[in-house]
Nanobody, 127 residues
Framework: QVQLVESGGGLVQAGGSLRLSCAAS????????MGWFRQAPGKEREFVAA????????YYGASLKGRFTISRDNAKNTVYLQVNTLRPEDTAVYYC????????????????????WGQGTQVTVSS
């Protein structure tokens, strides 16, 4: 079992930045593939970014690369999402997720690839 706890969300003005964190426990973090998703009211859960267990491979949702950066620190059992130049359309609940299976390398953008989910952290961007 893996527990994931997100933090770092909040209210920010357009153009600002946030760094979201996701702390993992319960299983060797360095064996997990990690992802970030977001869900705005009335919309489907959207893939944001993903990172391999060793941090060497990163992937981003369409049009997000450049403003979003995913990283991880296996010594701290934590994955991060740096978001810059925030826009009102970035407003959503941001979820951290963990996958144990090797199929992640093919299906990293699909929510059902992930075995564990955090509770989410709200990001609200005001115009």
């Amino acid at each position: 079992q893996v527990q994931l706890v997100e933090s770092g969300g909040g209210l920010v003005q357009a153009g600002g930045s946030l760094r979201l964190s996701c702390a993992a426990s319960g299983r060797t973090f360095s064996t997990l593939y990690m992802g970030w998703f977001r869900q705005a009211p009335g919309k489907e859960r959207e893939f944001v970014a993903a990172i391999s267990w060793n941090g060497r491979a990163t992937y981003y949702g369409a049009s997000l690369k450049g403003r979003f950066t995913i990283s991880r620190d296996n010594a701290k059992n934590t994955v991060y999402l740096q978001v810059n130049t925030l826009r009102p359309e970035d407003t959503a609940v941001y979820y951290c997720a963990a996958a144990a299976g090797a199929m992640w390398v093919v299906t990293y953008s699909r929510p059902n690839t992930y075995d564990y989910w955090g509770q989410g952290t709200q990001v609200t961007v005001s115009s």
